[in-house]
């Protein structure tokens, strides 16, 4: 029974790696054979499949689709209105140090990146901005896959964690500060991974240690501060944001020290240097207006977020035994706010109505079939869980492994992101069979779920999707294997720390 309730994530690991098959189509697939399975050897009534699938569907669009779909949204449109350009240029005006700048662009903006719009927007901007820099491409690629093995569990203003919460029923603060706690030593642990790949080893990090501490630390700070008292929404943006300032300032003041001339950069890019306060300040303005909204709304400030929240319906749409519900936040909602401060601040960089409307167009093809993924696999998440496979799949685990389980933990995530691509469908995939896991050995549900989303960032730095879109980004096609073993040493490094801190904590984590 084992074997055949983890046949649909079979068939997508055989799809996605030996098929070659698009992630939508093999999610579909997936979908198919779990409900020929749950129909006939589960013996789940059709009518509750139906209603499971329906659940799926419905939660898969509201919240998760819209936060997508809002996020690439703003980025295409600060794409398409040129203000890009002026970000690059303030992030490449800082130093002519190539290990520098590896931590403004690829730690730093790129944490900003996964934490605003995810979907590997963290590892082909930056890259291909490090490129522009001179940095070699699989190098380039390389440091953005490290950047990006920490912060996928809050990417896309923190849907995989809000996901997991929502499946499992866990409070999200609570979540969101255990798994900020068990991710803090590889926050510290990747700006250093990264100074040394670019720098050529260890004597790469001479003199940088100041300033990659910085990075670290002014990232982890504010990440776990924001966990614990906001949520998962805003701890990536937050961290990265803050990051970026602290390392931004302590680069500058580095910038009358002669840099060693094998890491210097050539030449920046002409007009790397020419913007404006307020050309800047436009160009941000999506970013900011972002960050002012969510923070405005969220927990930190209840008289703005509860009347908004209280602009809600709850539906139950399963008619089988023990039926969830789902809330459905109609405004006060990440995705919807998202959007509208992406139209502001598109208004802002001035592009007109039909401007905007042509790009939000653009983006809701792009991402069509990403969306057809999520339906496929929030409904599939959900009839394994109401059928019983969901509770196979643990009750497998936990009697082979017993007391052993949480060095298991943060593998099953891990495997679901590099599966799918996705720390949100690692998230559905996974969620309840860490939950059910723990409840079965006793152990802190939050720390195995959580220790679930830690693996998912680790899963992202190899995840083949991650490195074929750092490889289009740098137009360096056909190097995908050169680059799958470059990143391989660091993620099992990763994957290794991660057990051993999930079975030490808990041990001691009531």
């Not at 189509?25 to 009518?47: C, H, R, S």
Request: glycine share 10%.
């Amino acid at each position: 029974m084992f074997v055949l309730a983890l046949l649909p994530i079979i068939w997508l690991i055989v799809a996605l790696t030996a098929l070659k098959w698009e992630a939508y189509t093999a999610a579909f697939g997936a979908l198919v054979i779990t409900v020929v399975e749950a129909l006939l050897i589960w013996q789940m009534p059709a009518l509750n499949a139906a209603t499971a699938a329906i659940e799926g569907f419905a939660m898969a669009l509201w919240p998760i689709c819209i936060v997508i779909i809002a996020a690439v949204f703003t980025y295409n449109l600060t794409v398409h209105t040129g203000a890009m350009e002026t970000i690059k240029a303030m992030l490449m005006s800082v130093s002519s140090d190539r290990r520098v700048l590896v931590l403004l662009i690829g730690w730093c903006f790129g944490g900003f990146l996964e934490g605003m719009a995810g979907f590997g927007s963290a590892i082909a901007i930056p890259a291909s901005m490090l490129c522009a820099l001179g940095l070699k491409p699989v190098t380039a690629i390389v440091a953005c896959c490290l950047a990006n093995g920490t912060p996928t569990m809050f990417g896309s203003v923190g849907i995989p964690s809000n996901t997991l919460a929502s499946l499992t029923g866990l409070d999200v603060t609570t979540l969101s500060a255990t798994q900020t706690l068990q991710v803090s030593p590889f926050v510290i642990l990747s700006p250093i991974l990264m100074v040394m790949l670019v720098g050529g080893g260890v004597k790469g990090m001479k003199g940088m240690w100041p300033i990659t501490l910085v990075a670290g630390l002014t990232f982890l700070v504010p990440e776990y501060i924001t966990a614990a008292f906001v949520g998962a929404d805003l701890p990536v943006i937050v961290g990265a944001v803050c990051s970026l300032v602290c390392t931004f300032l302590f680069g500058m003041r580095m910038s009358g020290r002669e840099v060693p001339e094998e890491y210097q950069v050539d030449a920046l890019p002409e007009g790397a240097t020419s913007f404006t306060v307020g050309e800047a300040l436009r160009a941000w303005s999506p970013f900011i207006l972002i960050f002012v909204v969510l923070l405005l709304t969220s927990p930190l400030v209840p008289f703005i977020a509860s009347p908004l929240s209280s602009v809600q319906s709850t539906v139950t749409f399963y008619t089988g035994e023990n039926p969830g519900s789902l809330t459905f936040k109609w405004i006060n909602t990440p995705g919807v706010l998202i959007l509208i401060c992406g139209i502001v601040g598109g208004l802002i960089q001035h592009a007109s109505w039909g401007e905007i409307g042509s790009v939000l167009w653009g983006t809701c093809k792009q991402m069509a079939k990403t969306v057809a993924t999520m339906l496929s696999v929030l409904a599939l998440a959900k009839i394994m869980s109401y059928s019983g496979m969901i509770g196979d799949i643990s009750a497998f685990f936990v009697s082979a492994l017993g007391a052993m389980y949480p060095l298991m933990a943060p593998v099953l995530g891990a495997l679901g992101t590099f599966v799918t691509g996705s720390g949100t469908n690692s998230a559905v995939l996974f969620g309840q069979v860490q939950l059910n896991a723990a409840n079965a050995i006793g152990a802190n549900p939050y720390w195995l779920a959580a220790a679930n989303m830690v693996g998912v960032s680790a899963g992202k730095m190899l995840s083949p999707q991650s490195i074929a879109i750092g490889s289009a980004a740098c137009d360096c096609n056909g190097e995908d294997s050169v680059i799958f073993s470059k990143v391989l040493p660091y993620f099992v490094v990763y994957v290794l720390g991660m057990m051993l801190v999930c079975f030490v904590g808990s041990l001691f984590v009531a």
